[in-house]
């Protein structure tokens, strides 16, 4: 007979006792958070930490939409989102992980002629600096999307569109998966069930952290927690120019495919998509309240809704099934903050609003480059925590007036 063997159950990433010292904690469990680790480990850094108050994943990383893109409106935001793109596209391959990714086309509708130019403005924008972008009018849109109303009896009707050919999905879970499994096997620790409620400064620079499990020492401290990112950088004394709302979405019952574009109408507030389950993904605008719930409210359905069923009618009479919010940490200029604070070794990564999900692959690579070497890189020079004081800002909010 042969011996009976006993195998260990097989994980995708590995549990540690919490050390008493690491070369660079990262505060965030989510896909920057992670990001940001596994390139750091590329690059060689043996001691890292990921602590996450919940388990990873659990906040906008996993109540994203899923949406990637680089159709944004200023020359830093294209730049940036062009590289993140690029690297998206070739992050299953990099990580050895099926993210599902589907680069099936963006949509931005106009629905006045002041749209229109605004479209074109950014297709000239995109254009320039090597991202595939054009308008297009209503008959190439039909052949695109044919269940979109584009008759007359609308009150909007479709004018034209801003058309982004690689604009897609990608599971954002099998993302933040296949990071934290890369980060895992490079010897990056993760710790889920690991809060922070502290941060030791002393003479202008970090310390170390103080954890529900004890106290951590550590001359880098990042953190990427998005909606949270002002409560965290609080405990060094640091205020942000950063405001936390609510965001809302909801999905209906599995249908057959039949939606092969992602539809944007900045006029509506609404956003609409079909996930790989078949479910029609619907979400709006950020909540004009602050808050820090992450709840679903009647009011967003109702309203929502309605502007689904303008664009879709044949929609109207199909199941809701779900519907959940998350935070999004907004600034006053629509765009991130990353790099170095006045605080020495303490580094943000927020400020995403609500496009934080499509940074991923390049705020990793850019933010681990700055941490190693010191060195901001180029692509992320423009937004600098500084730039709020040197009014030097980069606003982005024409290409976010709807959030996704």
């Given at each position: ?60 990383s996993g109540r994203n939409t899923t949406i990637i893109r680089a159709n944004y409106r200023t020359p830093e ?232 069923l303008e664009l879709i009618p044949i929609l109207g009479k199909v199941k809701m099934m779900r519907a959940w ?80």
């Open positions: 007979m042969h011996p009976v063997r006993f195998f260990k159950p097989w994980r995708m990433w590995r549990r540690h006792d919490l050390k008493s010292s690491y070369d660079v904690v990262i505060v965030g469990g989510g896909a920057h958070g992670l990001a940001v680790a596994y390139e750091l480990a590329k690059r060689g850094v043996r001691k890292i930490a990921v602590l996450e108050k919940s388990y990873i994943g659990a906040g906008g935001g294209v730049a940036f989102y062009r590289e993140s793109l690029k690297l998206f596209e070739q992050l299953p391959q990099e990580l050895d992980y099926n993210m599902m990714l589907s680069q099936k086309g963006h949509l931005t509708l106009a629905h006045a002629e002041r749209a229109l130019i605004t479209a074109q403005e950014r297709a000239g924008v995109n254009r320039t600096l090597g991202v595939d972008s054009r308008v297009i009018y209503p008959d190439e849109i039909a052949k695109l999307c044919p269940v979109l109303d584009l008759s007359d009896r609308p009150a909007f009707p479709i004018m034209g569109a801003l058309y982004h050919p690689p604009g897609g999905v990608i599971r954002h879970d099998a993302v933040v998966w296949a990071y934290a499994r890369a980060a895992d096997r490079a010897g990056v620790e993760i710790h889920q069930g690991t809060e922070v409620t502290g941060i030791d400064v002393s003479n202008g620079r970090v310390t170390g952290v103080r954890t529900n499990r004890g106290t951590v020492s550590a001359p880098v401290v990042l953190s990427a927690v998005a909606g949270w990112s002002s409560e965290i950088a609080a405990m060094v004394g640091l205020r942000l120019p950063i405001v936390t709302h609510p965001l809302q979405a909801f999905v209906t019952e599995p249908l057959k495919p039949f939606l092969h574009v992602i539809l944007v109408s900045a006029t509506l507030h609404v956003y609409i998509s079909q996930t790989d389950r078949g479910e029609v993904l619907i979400g709006s605008e950020i909540e004009p309240y602050s808050s820090y719930s992450q709840g679903s409210t009647l009011n967003f359905l109702e309203v929502t809704a309605r502007h689904a919010g998350g935070l999004c940490d907004v600034t006053p200029d629509y765009s991130p903050i990353m790099g170095k604070t006045p605080v020495e070794g303490f580094y943000l990564d927020g400020g995403w609003g609500t496009y934080g999900f499509k940074a991923t692959p390049i705020c990793g690579v850019t933010l681990a480059e700055l941490i190693h070497t010191g060195r901001v890189p180029d692509l992320i020079k423009p937004f600098a925590l500084s730039r709020f004081s040197s009014r030097e800002l980069v606003s982005e909010i024409a290409a976010a007036a709807v959030s996704h």
